[in-house]
DNA sequence: TCTTACAGACCGAACGTTCTGTCTTTCATT
DNA sequence: AATGAAAGACAGAACGTTCGGTCTGTAAGA
């Protein structure tokens, strides 16, 4: 038994193993998105997936294991997102600054520049929430509130994962009065709200709604929010209380 | 045949026939709250009801009748007492009223009294949503995204249900800017906030959190409602065009 | 008498899980 | 480098259980 972990990454089987593995969680989203917690058989899974019933249960013991998973990349993802479209939204502010300079009105993106919390929001609900994996994500949290196993399993990560996914943000804006604690508050109702738009996804009549109730909501929040100025953005004050490890990022438990 | 309206509500047999149906979809209910929408079976029901299984389908030929006819009472229910509530607000109001004459202070209930919006959004989370009927009515609302029959079944009466909610409240509330439509609106996002709160409040660390999210977004939405005045209380002006029947509630079709 | 409310056995299908078997990769030993 | 045993990746049959639904029988009210 060499180490399991140098195993994973470099040798053959272990990618292998790491392709199959995110290949099946890949058809579990797929399956929560279109059939539901209580449609997404393992039969389903496997059929989806492709593979057999044998090397299904050969990577996850149990369906536990298998939602358990594939929540844990579905988080993890929901995560990266966020980090990651920091680029997107540097780009964003480049663009207002330069529509700014030359008169504002017919610059395309305008109105999105012009306030970038409700652009923010308008994009996180197209991209990340209201997508496969958000939709899935959606099935899974409903879940766990019912499965036990499910819920011993995950309580903790999902506990975890909302300061988390406020802490990603908070690099980039913060709170127009009160500290950052005020703004980690703000994103949270954020993200509530953005829960609750998507229960109503299928069910509301007009898609064109969502839109509306997207932009009233961004518009009624982001007055509480500002970007974080290029000054504190090299200290974002991260942790609650200060004193915790100024540098790397929390590890999922 | 005799009418079947009169047999349900008169007669000994129309009598107990509707508790049974009323006992029923009560464990229905229960078995949402408790196993979410995979875990309620007819078994399960059957067993919570403390009926036999004959019983159960001769008043259910099919489990998706069983969920249809339970959320069709959860509906009812929400709009109900959104509707009766309003006397409780009225009494809530006078002792504003009063508290107001001697120095707010320190009369007990001032600070709900001090914003009936928040007051109210406070009392629906605690007695409405993130109640038994509540919680079930999340695991229907879910379930209806990806199960067909049930869409079909539901959709056209959940599309309704969010603007019947909104006539409900009209009556006492409106727009502090903007016209009923736009209180109407404002309503749609506070109850999408609450639905994406029942989401989180199996896995917030603290329940605690939840009191201050509600808090928190009661105080920001506040400022865009507020208690509608007597003299146009007597005209809500209800209806989005103005063009339609101006009496009588629209019927569940 | 006739309808209907209810009781409970029964059915095939689908569920999640266990198990046996085969083939490939890995790695210590030569 | 060659090799042979161990480990692991997968395939698929089979398990007992539970699912939703049907069907027959019984008793009571209309």
Redesign the interface.
């Known amino acids: 038994m060499s180490d399991p972990q140098r195993q994973m990454q470099f040798t053959r089987k272990g990618r292998q193993v790491e392709a199959a593995r995110a290949r099946i969680c890949a058809a579990v989203v797929v399956s929560l ?7 997404t058989s393992i039969n389903r899974v496997q059929e989806i997936a492709g593979v057999s019933r044998g090397a299904l249960t050969h990577h996850f013991p149990s369906r536990q294991a298998l939602v358990a998973e594939t929540a844990g990349r579905l988080l993890q993802r929901a995560i990266g997102s966020t980090e990651s479209r920091r680029a997107a939204l540097a780009r964003m502010m480049e663009n207002a600054a330069r529509a700014a300079g030359k008169g504002a009105a017919d610059v395309p993106g305008a109105e999105e520049a012009g306030d970038p919390v409700a652009a923010w929001l308008l994009r996180t609900w197209d991209r990340v929430v209201n997508s496969r994996e958000g ?1 899935a994500l ?2 899974i ?7 036990q196993e499910l ?1 011993r399993v ?2 903790p990560e ?2 975890a994962w ?1 300061g988390r996914m406020s802490d990603a943000i908070l690099d980039l804006f913060t709170a127009a009065e009160g500290g950052d604690e005020e703004a980690r ?2 994103w ?2 954020c ?7 998507l ?7 007009d898609p064109a709604v969502l839109q ?2 997207m932009q ?2 961004a518009a ?2 982001s007055p ?1 929010l500002r970007l974080r100025s290029p000054a504190d953005a090299q200290q974002p004050a991260h942790r609650k209380g200060g004193a915790e490890k100024p540098a790397g990022r929390r590890k999922a438990s």
Chains 1, 2 share one sequence.
């Not at 993200?191 to 738009?197: Q, W």
Request: a positive charge; zero cysteines.
């Open positions: 998105d279109r059939h539901g917690y209580a449609g939709r959606l099935e949290l409903v879940a766990t509130r019912t499965d819920h995950l309580a999902l506990a909302d508050l703000l949270g109702l993200r509530t709200f953005l829960r609750g738009l229960i109503q996804e299928r069910f509301v009549a509306l109730y009233r909501f009624i929040i509480h």
